[in-house]
């Protein structure tokens, strides 16, 4: 029997690897703005299920508390998880990044593709703008996040 952070970590895992796929390979051929979309959407819920699997493991072992509320769950993995698990604050900073995008496409009422880049126009008419270079940097910071994620939890199972 596996446990729900095995699972999430696996989970994370073949997202990534789809993201990271189009990001290098496929995005570069076909140049359409939806798989920049898909790879951003993807690095956000590979985050989330990292961020759920550390939290998930804490709990299991009792070190900390779960609450119904995301972001005070999000400040006690912030607090008292990162640091155990080796995530940096630039790691942190681009979760914080990239979950502030997602959150300003979901309440946008437009978007569109210039020059390699997504522009997101908030509710009060000012744009966002994310490159693919940023876009990969964001992959690589999940990627490492997930690394180190699975070999505190591996290691210890």
Same mark, same amino acid.
């Given at each position: 029997?596996?446990e729900?952070?095995?699972?999430?970590?696996?989970?994370?895992?073949?997202r990534?690897?789809?993201?990271?796929?189009?990001?290098?390979?496929?995005?570069? %051929?076909?140049k359409? /703005?939806?798989?920049? %979309?898909?790879?951003?959407?993807?690095?956000? $819920?590979?985050?989330?299920?990292?961020?759920?699997?550390? $939290?998930?493991?804490?709990?299991?072992?009792?070190?900390?508390?779960?609450?119904?509320?995301?972001?005070? @769950?999000?400040?006690?993995?912030?607090?008292?998880?990162?640091?155990?698990?080796?995530?940096t604050?630039?790691?942190?900073?681009?979760?914080?990044?990239?979950?502030?995008?997602?959150?300003?496409?979901? @309440?946008?009422?437009?978007?569109?593709?210039? /020059?390699?880049?997504?522009?997101?126009?908030?509710? @009060? $008419?000012?744009?966002?703008?994310?490159?693919?270079?940023?876009? /990969?940097?964001? $992959?690589?910071?999940?990627?490492?996040? %997930?690394?180190?994620?699975? %070999?505190?939890?591996?290691?210890?199972?």
């Open positions: 029997m596996t729900k952070f095995e699972e999430l970590i696996e989970n994370a895992k073949r990534i690897k789809t993201a990271d796929h189009i990001a290098y390979i496929t995005y570069p %051929l076909v359409e /703005k939806r798989l920049l %979309l898909k790879v951003l959407d993807d690095t956000y $819920l590979v985050m989330v299920s990292i961020i759920n699997a550390i $939290l998930q493991y804490e709990y299991v072992y009792k070190r900390i508390n779960l609450y119904k509320n995301p972001l005070e @769950n999000f400040k006690i993995f912030r607090q008292r998880c990162a640091k155990r698990f080796g995530i604050d630039e790691e942190i900073n681009s979760v914080i990044e990239v979950f502030k995008i997602v959150n300003q496409r979901k @309440n946008s009422p437009f978007e569109f593709m210039r /020059k390699d880049r997504i522009v997101i126009m908030t509710d @009060n $008419l000012h744009t966002e703008t994310i490159s693919i270079e940023k876009i /990969k940097q964001h $992959l690589a910071y999940t990627k490492s996040m %997930l690394s180190k994620a699975e %070999l505190v939890i591996k290691s210890r199972i």
